[in-house]
Nanobody, 120 residues
């Protein structure tokens, strides 16, 4: 199984980014895809996830600003980040879980991470 995340970068406060995560080696439509993020010295924290292919969930800190989406035909999950704040700076990881989860402890597969830096 491989999850290849991309799309991170440096952006000014208030800006936008779109993260992508291409999956291979698994039956993509059967997995609850998710995004987590991590800053140095802190635990990996939940950002957003699918339950199945349609129901979406968000951390309170990103609700209304981030949007998760997926394209099962392309085996890809996306995270649109809008109205970015400096506190959104982190390494963002895509994840695949057989069962819906908002904790990093029950994720089955991880991507390699992509850095998002929000700074003026």
């Amino acid at each position: 199984v491989q999850l290849q995340a991309s799309g991170g970068g440096l952006v000014q406060p208030g800006g936008s980014l779109r993260l992508s995560c291409a999956a291979s080696g698994l039956t993509f439509s059967r997995y609850n895809m998710a995004w987590f993020r991590q800053t140095p010295g802190k635990e990996r924290e939940f950002v957003s996830a699918f339950s199945g292919s349609f129901n979406t969930y968000y951390a309170d800190s990103v609700k209304g600003r981030f949007t998760i989406s997926r394209d099962n035909a392309k085996n890809t999950v996306y995270l649109q980040l809008n109205s970015l704040k400096p506190e959104d700076t982190a390494v963002y990881y895509c994840a695949a879980a057989k069962f819906f989860t908002t904790t990093h402890r029950t994720v089955d597969y991880w991507g390699q991470g992509t850095q998002v830096t929000v700074s003026s």
